[in-house]
């Protein structure tokens, strides 16, 4: 029955994900915690797992549109085990309450960007630095 | 490639990397930002950009949370492969909702989100 419940968690999430163009992690974390119930740190670890697919596919796709500097963008993943090491470090240090009022922190932040985007309209400030996206 | 341009990639991912250890994102609320912001990237192209980032940056933090044992490998691929699907059907559904009204029902969703996990 968890299994039937992560598969739909998975098409909802990426039907809003393609939607909005607001990848896995915003929505496959809290979603985990909330209705299958995973504490905060393992819903951030299984959510990492269920995000490689979804990006591999979005890059396929995006690639065939042109959009994908494939070099800088490997760059900037090669470059980041630094930075992934210290995340996951603190993510196993602190506690699990002050990573979900953290990231409820985030929620509101990115609830705030669409706010704007959804009452500025469907076409206004497309380069607008601070859209939310995945 | 300028040691300035590195540096600048070199930041994003390493921001992006500790942002998708302590949280599971990174790509839209840091990389996508960075990129149009920093290196003068188009929204399109920020975006595609950072999917080929986020393919590294989140095996790498799978890997990392999953030395700690965090990881459910079997949840995250039947939560991951339906929504390669759902991406697809978002995408092309994405031609016939309006923007706004998806962006203020989910910023809602988001904010009462929010709310069940602070209370």
Avoid: C
Avoid at chain 2, 12 to 18: C, D, E, K, R, S
Avoid at chain 2, 67 to 83: K, Q, S, T
């Amino acid at each position: 029955m968890e299994y039937v419940a992560a598969a739909l968690l998975g098409f909802a999430g990426g039907t809003v994900g393609g939607l909005l163009g607001v990848g896995g992690g915003i929505l496959f974390v809290p979603a985990l915690a909330i209705f299958l119930d995973e504490p905060q740190i393992r819903a951030v670890a299984t959510s990492l797992v269920a995000i490689v697919p979804v990006a591999i596919a979005g890059t396929w796709r995006q690639r065939a549109y042109g959009n994908v500097r494939l070099r800088d963008g490997l760059i900037v993943g090669a470059l980041s085990p630094l930075g992934v090491a210290a995340g996951v470090l603190v993510a196993n240090a602190v506690s699990q309450r002050a990573l979900e009022v953290s990231f409820a922190a985030l929620l509101l932040f990115v609830a705030a960007q669409l706010l704007r985007r959804g009452l500025r309209g469907p076409d206004g400030g497309s380069t607008d630095p601070a859209r939310a996206r995945p | 490639m300028s040691r300035h341009r590195l540096l600048k990639l070199a930041a994003i991912g390493t921001a992006a990397g500790a942002f998708s250890g302590l949280f599971g994102v990174g790509g839209g609320t840091v990389i996508v930002p960075l990129l149009i912001l920093w290196l003068g990237f188009g929204e399109r192209e920020a975006t595609g950009t950072s999917l080929a980032a986020i393919v590294v940056i989140a095996l790498l933090a799978a890997i990392g949370q999953g030395l700690y044992g965090n990881v459910d490998l079997l949840e995250g691929v039947l939560i991951g492969v339906p929504a390669v699907a759902g991406v697809i059907a978002g995408t092309a559904l994405q031609q016939r909702v309006p923007e706004r009204a998806v962006s203020l029902i989910f910023a809602a969703l988001l904010a009462a989100i929010a709310v069940e996990l602070l209370v």
